[in-house]
């Protein structure tokens, strides 16, 4: 704190992000990157790009990295929206398409960002309840809103809204922009882009730092109606021109085009997950089902802020969150297969 602050930087409450620890040598689990590595063939576009041309600034648009996405997802590239991750992609939503007058509405164990923009933009939020399994109802998001966000599947649990349900949620609440934060979609759901040329209210957001293991370069997208597409065009050309550079948008186009390396590592995270899952049960624990490249686990007879301490004694970092209702619950990225071994044999020396 200090004299010089304004009243509103005295108010805010930062996001804290998971520890990226300066030690070699951790088995790292905690902030669910991708242990693949991006396709080699974004590494090459990128090493292309350092050279002369980075005197000259980039395409304000990222237009080549919008033909990708539009490309990839078959919508046209005026519904693509591009930034720098999808947290800044999720900022300017806040600010640019959330109602202020009515809160905005999202799970009560969600994405820890969420809160802290709507103290950024002076949003008044609900923090709806999931169900006892940790599932959203949608009947519980009919009510007056200025704005719907939630993360498909979400975080940190892992569970998946079928789209059958983001359909109905959509088709009652007309008047609201309804926001799906596919984060993790790529690790088994359905994307719901498939729903945006039927729902004007619709704004999914995606990020290249898991599925396409790009987290160091920072890029995210958004795809919906270009009314929405235009407003966030809007809040970024009042905030930075450049949100991507000439790196991040080779490297993130040819990510997109390059769907066999994608689909692939996808499919190796989601067979080890699965691997993981069956082990930590045989351990005792009991795991949600998850869609992500992370678990979510308790254990029955074990305080969870002690075994995230006894697993970081033996180097393995994972995800606790000190907060009601999860407060027992460890959320475990997948890792590569050396990794999850680790994770497993210390969990065993433990419980
Ligand atoms: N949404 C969710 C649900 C996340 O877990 C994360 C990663 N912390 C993000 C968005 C942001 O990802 P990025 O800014 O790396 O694109």
Known sequence: M?????SFVKELVPYVPGEQPKLA?????????????PSPKAIKAMQAEVSDSLRLYPDPNGDRLKHAVADYYNVQPGQVFVGNGSDEVLAHAFHGLFQHGKPLLFPDVTYSFYPVYCGLYGIDFKAVALDGQFQIDVDDYVRPNGGIIFPNPN????????????ERLLQAN???????DEAYIDFGGTSAIALVDRYPNLLVTQTLSKSRSLAGLRVGLAVGHPDLIEALERIKNSFNSYPLDRIAIAGAAAAFDDREYFEHSCQRV???REAVIAAMQDLGFEVLP?????????????DAAQLAAALREQSVIVRHFKQPRIEQFLRITIGAPEQNQALLEALKGIV
Not at 2 to 6: E, Y
Not at 174 to 180: G, N
Not at 290 to 302: E, T
Request: glycine content about 4%; proline content about 8%.
């Open 290 to 302: 998850s869609a992500a490249n992370f678990i979510f686990a308790r254990h029955p007879q074990r």
């Open 270 to 272: 989601i067979a080890s």
């Open 25 to 37: 040598n951790l088995v790292k689990l905690n902030t669910n990157e991708n242990p693949y590595g």
């Open 2 to 6: 200090s004299k010089f602050w304004s």
């Open 174 to 180: 007309p008047d609201s922009v309804v926001l799906v």
């Open 155 to 166: 975080a940190p649990t892992g569970c998946l809204l079928a789209l059958d349900a983001i």
